[in-house]
């Protein structure tokens, strides 16, 4: 019922900041959670943000609370992802992701997940 495709990333230098985004398709985007992951190579997909379907309920990992921003607009059926003070270890691919489940640390089968986008983050 959702497709997702993000975009925004890119070779950044540590400290610096880029912007995510997800551009959703489907009738029901509202009625979806919207999440982050990231995998890094040689690494597991870990759970990096995510947002109830009304935007105000979010929740973040340790390792980038304080530093990231998820947002979403359900009338643009858009979910971004703002990251500031990037840092080495922040280099992966994102993944965008949908869900009917909350909390949203983990995927289920019934939902949806984009193609991916890479971040680089050079020091």
């Known amino acids: 019922q959702v497709q997702l495709v993000e975009s925004g990333g890119g070779l950044v230098q540590a400290g610096g900041s880029l912007r995510l985004s997800c551009a959703a398709s489907?009738?029901?985007?509202?009625?979806?959670?919207m999440g982050w992951f990231r995998q890094a190579p040689g690494k597991e997909r870990e759970f990096v943000a995510a947002?109830?379907?009304?935007?105000?309920?979010?929740d973040y990992a340790d390792s980038v609370k304080g530093r990231f921003t998820i947002s979403r607009d359900n009338v643009r059926k858009r979910v971004y992802l703002q990251m500031n003070s990037l840092k080495p270890e922040d280099t992966a691919v994102y993944y965008c992701?949908?869900?009917?489940?909350?909390?949203?640390?983990?995927?289920?089968?019934?939902?949806?997940w984009g193609q991916g986008t890479q971040v680089t983050v050079s020091s």
């Open positions: 947002i109830r379907t009304n935007g105000r309920n979010t």
């Open positions: 489907g009738r029901t985007f509202d009625r979806y959670a």
């Open positions: 992701a949908a869900s009917t489940t909350w909390p949203m640390v983990v995927v289920p089968a019934s939902g949806y």
